[in-house]
Protein backbone atom coordinates (compact mmCIF):
# COMPACT_ATOMS: atom_id res chain seq x y z
CA UNK A 1 0.00 0.00 0.00
CA UNK A 2 1.18 4.19 -0.79
CA UNK A 3 2.42 5.17 2.52
CA UNK A 4 0.79 8.55 1.75
CA UNK A 5 -2.71 7.24 0.90
CA UNK A 6 -3.25 4.93 3.93
CA UNK A 7 -6.67 4.83 4.90
CA UNK A 8 -7.84 4.19 8.62
CA UNK A 9 -5.55 2.27 10.30
CA UNK A 10 -4.63 1.64 14.46
CA UNK A 11 -2.23 2.95 16.81
CA UNK A 12 -1.52 1.12 20.53
CA UNK A 13 -3.20 3.20 23.31
CA UNK A 14 -4.02 2.12 27.16
CA UNK A 15 -7.83 2.42 27.08
CA UNK A 16 -8.50 3.19 23.71
CA UNK A 17 -10.85 0.86 21.10
CA UNK A 18 -9.52 -2.31 19.47
CA UNK A 19 -10.32 -1.87 15.57
CA UNK A 20 -13.41 -3.55 15.15
CA UNK A 21 -13.14 -5.57 18.72
CA UNK A 22 -14.12 -4.82 22.40
CA UNK A 23 -11.83 -1.54 24.34
CA UNK A 24 -8.26 -2.64 24.70
CA UNK A 25 -5.43 -1.31 23.67
CA UNK A 26 -6.28 0.42 20.67
CA UNK A 27 -7.94 3.08 19.25
CA UNK A 28 -8.77 3.89 15.62
CA UNK A 29 -7.24 7.01 13.76
CA UNK A 30 -9.22 8.00 10.76
CA UNK A 31 -7.36 9.63 7.71
CA UNK A 32 -3.24 8.76 7.34
CA UNK A 33 -2.06 5.96 9.20
CA UNK A 34 0.92 6.44 11.36
CA UNK A 35 3.33 2.83 11.68
CA UNK A 36 6.58 4.60 11.84
CA UNK A 37 7.95 7.83 13.35
CA UNK A 38 11.04 9.13 11.93
CA UNK A 39 13.05 11.09 14.47
CA UNK A 40 15.88 13.57 13.92
CA UNK A 41 18.23 14.51 16.65
CA UNK A 42 21.59 15.05 17.76
CA UNK A 43 24.56 12.97 17.36
CA UNK A 44 25.91 14.55 20.32
CA UNK A 45 24.06 14.53 23.79
CA UNK A 46 24.02 18.52 24.52
CA UNK A 47 24.81 20.15 27.68
CA UNK A 48 22.20 18.80 29.47
CA UNK A 49 21.01 15.15 30.66
CA UNK A 50 17.26 16.26 30.05
CA UNK A 51 17.92 16.18 26.28
CA UNK A 52 19.17 12.25 26.71
CA UNK A 53 15.88 11.68 29.11
CA UNK A 54 13.44 12.98 26.74
CA UNK A 55 15.39 10.91 23.79
CA UNK A 56 14.72 7.69 25.93
CA UNK A 57 11.02 8.72 26.58
CA UNK A 58 10.32 9.19 23.10
CA UNK A 59 11.93 5.55 21.82
CA UNK A 60 10.05 4.09 24.96
CA UNK A 61 6.97 5.78 23.88
CA UNK A 62 7.03 4.64 20.21
CA UNK A 63 6.95 1.26 21.64
CA UNK A 64 4.49 1.58 23.95
CA UNK A 65 2.41 2.73 21.05
CA UNK A 66 3.20 0.04 18.35
CA UNK A 67 5.54 2.37 16.49
CA UNK A 68 8.18 1.97 14.52
CA UNK A 69 11.01 4.15 14.40
CA UNK A 70 13.32 5.31 11.95
CA UNK A 71 16.27 7.34 12.13
CA UNK A 72 19.72 8.23 11.02
CA UNK A 73 21.52 4.91 12.33
CA UNK A 74 23.83 6.18 14.90
CA UNK A 75 24.97 5.01 18.11
CA UNK A 76 26.06 8.27 19.35
CA UNK A 77 24.14 10.97 21.03
CA UNK A 78 20.71 11.20 20.99
CA UNK A 79 20.81 9.07 17.84
CA UNK A 80 22.20 6.28 20.22
CA UNK A 81 19.38 7.16 23.29
CA UNK A 82 16.27 7.23 20.91
CA UNK A 83 17.65 3.80 19.17
CA UNK A 84 18.63 1.92 22.44
CA UNK A 85 15.13 2.83 23.96
CA UNK A 86 12.66 2.07 21.41
CA UNK A 87 14.51 -1.54 21.46
CA UNK A 88 14.90 -2.26 24.32
CA UNK A 89 11.11 -1.95 24.58
CA UNK A 90 10.38 -3.39 21.87
CA UNK A 91 10.24 -1.44 18.99
CA UNK A 92 11.13 -1.82 15.35
CA UNK A 93 13.99 0.62 14.89
CA UNK A 94 15.26 1.28 11.12
CA UNK A 95 18.81 2.81 10.60
CA UNK A 96 19.57 4.79 7.67
CA UNK A 97 23.36 6.14 7.26
CA UNK A 98 25.10 7.32 4.39
CA UNK A 99 28.48 5.02 3.69
CA UNK A 100 30.68 7.99 4.46
CA UNK A 101 28.90 8.05 7.89
CA UNK A 102 29.37 4.68 9.08
CA UNK A 103 32.81 4.95 10.81
CA UNK A 104 32.25 8.72 12.17
CA UNK A 105 28.81 8.16 13.82
CA UNK A 106 29.55 5.07 14.64
CA UNK A 107 26.84 2.98 12.64
CA UNK A 108 24.02 0.67 15.20
CA UNK A 109 24.93 -2.65 14.16
CA UNK A 110 21.71 -3.83 16.89
CA UNK A 111 19.07 -2.51 14.76
CA UNK A 112 16.07 -4.30 13.24
CA UNK A 113 17.68 -3.03 9.79
CA UNK A 114 20.28 -0.53 8.82
CA UNK A 115 20.60 0.47 5.67
CA UNK A 116 23.61 2.13 4.35
CA UNK A 117 23.25 4.15 1.09
CA UNK A 118 25.30 6.43 -0.94
CA UNK A 119 24.50 9.93 0.04
CA UNK A 120 22.95 12.52 2.51
CA UNK A 121 20.00 12.63 -0.07
CA UNK A 122 19.54 8.84 -0.89
CA UNK A 123 19.43 8.88 3.42
CA UNK A 124 16.81 11.64 3.37
CA UNK A 125 14.50 10.53 0.62
CA UNK A 126 14.97 6.86 2.53
CA UNK A 127 13.69 7.99 5.54
CA UNK A 128 10.60 10.32 4.35
CA UNK A 129 9.60 7.19 2.46
CA UNK A 130 9.83 4.67 5.28
CA UNK A 131 8.00 7.18 8.05
CA UNK A 132 4.34 8.22 8.39
CA UNK A 133 5.87 11.63 10.56
CA UNK A 134 8.18 13.06 12.02
CA UNK A 135 9.58 14.42 15.21
CA UNK A 136 12.61 16.45 15.89
CA UNK A 137 14.40 15.94 18.90
CA UNK A 138 17.47 18.84 20.21
CA UNK A 139 20.08 18.53 17.52
CA UNK A 140 22.23 20.82 16.13
CA UNK A 141 22.89 21.71 12.07
CA UNK A 142 22.14 18.54 10.62
CA UNK A 143 18.98 17.94 12.27
CA UNK A 144 17.34 21.42 11.65
CA UNK A 145 18.14 20.95 7.85
CA UNK A 146 16.68 17.45 7.86
CA UNK A 147 13.69 19.05 9.98
CA UNK A 148 13.20 21.74 8.08
CA UNK A 149 13.73 20.13 4.79
CA UNK A 150 10.55 18.34 5.58
CA UNK A 151 8.29 20.82 6.77
CA UNK A 152 9.44 22.82 2.99
CA UNK A 153 8.61 19.71 1.52
CA UNK A 154 5.15 19.56 3.17
CA UNK A 155 4.54 23.61 2.09
CA UNK A 156 4.94 22.42 -1.14
CA UNK A 157 2.54 19.45 -1.04
CA UNK A 158 4.89 17.02 -1.46
CA UNK A 159 3.91 15.15 1.21
CA UNK A 160 1.31 15.25 3.83
CA UNK A 161 2.92 13.97 6.74
CA UNK A 162 2.64 15.05 10.31
CA UNK A 163 5.49 16.80 11.96
CA UNK A 164 6.75 18.50 15.07
CA UNK A 165 9.22 19.39 17.43
CA UNK A 166 9.64 18.28 21.17
CA UNK A 167 10.51 20.90 23.04
CA UNK A 168 12.70 19.82 25.82
CA UNK A 169 13.82 22.32 28.54
CA UNK A 170 12.52 24.96 25.82
CA UNK A 171 15.23 24.22 23.71
CA UNK A 172 13.19 25.44 20.71
CA UNK A 173 11.66 28.59 21.88
CA UNK A 174 13.90 31.01 20.13
CA UNK A 175 13.43 29.18 17.06
CA UNK A 176 9.75 29.47 17.46
CA UNK A 177 9.89 33.20 17.76
CA UNK A 178 12.09 33.39 15.01
CA UNK A 179 9.32 31.61 12.93
CA UNK A 180 6.60 33.71 14.39
CA UNK A 181 8.21 36.48 12.95
CA UNK A 182 8.77 35.73 10.01
CA UNK A 183 4.77 34.61 9.29
CA UNK A 184 4.79 38.40 10.43
CA UNK A 185 7.18 39.51 7.69
CA UNK A 186 5.29 38.00 5.36
CA UNK A 187 7.68 35.18 4.31
CA UNK A 188 5.27 32.31 5.65
CA UNK A 189 1.59 31.41 5.53
CA UNK A 190 -0.20 31.55 8.82
CA UNK A 191 -1.64 28.25 7.55
CA UNK A 192 1.91 26.53 7.13
CA UNK A 193 3.01 27.54 9.83
CA UNK A 194 -0.21 25.69 11.79
CA UNK A 195 0.87 22.65 10.56
CA UNK A 196 4.27 22.45 13.21
CA UNK A 197 3.35 20.90 16.09
CA UNK A 198 5.03 21.82 19.29
CA UNK A 199 4.65 19.73 22.55
CA UNK A 200 6.88 19.12 25.97
CA UNK A 201 5.16 15.71 26.44
CA UNK A 202 6.06 12.93 23.44
CA UNK A 203 2.87 11.52 24.05
CA UNK A 204 0.96 14.50 23.91
CA UNK A 205 2.70 15.24 20.86
CA UNK A 206 2.08 12.16 18.90
CA UNK A 207 -1.74 12.19 20.07
CA UNK A 208 -1.76 15.48 18.08
CA UNK A 209 0.42 14.34 15.05
CA UNK A 210 -2.20 11.45 14.66
CA UNK A 211 -5.38 13.92 14.45
CA UNK A 212 -3.39 15.80 11.54
CA UNK A 213 -5.05 17.44 8.44
CA UNK A 214 -2.88 19.15 5.87
CA UNK A 215 -3.96 22.56 5.58
CA UNK A 216 -4.85 23.19 1.35
CA UNK A 217 -3.34 26.34 0.98
CA UNK A 218 -0.32 27.64 -1.29
CA UNK A 219 3.12 28.19 -0.66
CA UNK A 220 2.81 31.56 -2.84
CA UNK A 221 1.12 34.46 -0.49
CA UNK A 222 1.29 36.94 -2.89
CA UNK A 223 0.32 35.08 -6.31
CA UNK A 224 -3.20 35.81 -7.52
CA UNK A 225 -5.42 33.59 -9.41
CA UNK A 226 -5.74 33.92 -13.02
Known sequence: MNRM????????????????????????VSGMGIERICVFCGSNSGASPV???????????????????????????????VADAALAAGAEVIGVIPRALVAREVAHLGLTELRVVGSMHERKALLSELADGFIALPGGIGTLEEWFETWTWAQLGLHAKPFGLLDVAGYYEQLLRFLDHVVGEGFIHPDHRSMVFVETDPGHLLDRMSAYVPPVVEKWIERKET
Open 5 to 28: NRGRSCVRRPGGKRCGEEPGAWYI
Open 51 to 81: YAEAARALGETLAERGLGLVYGGGNVGLMGV
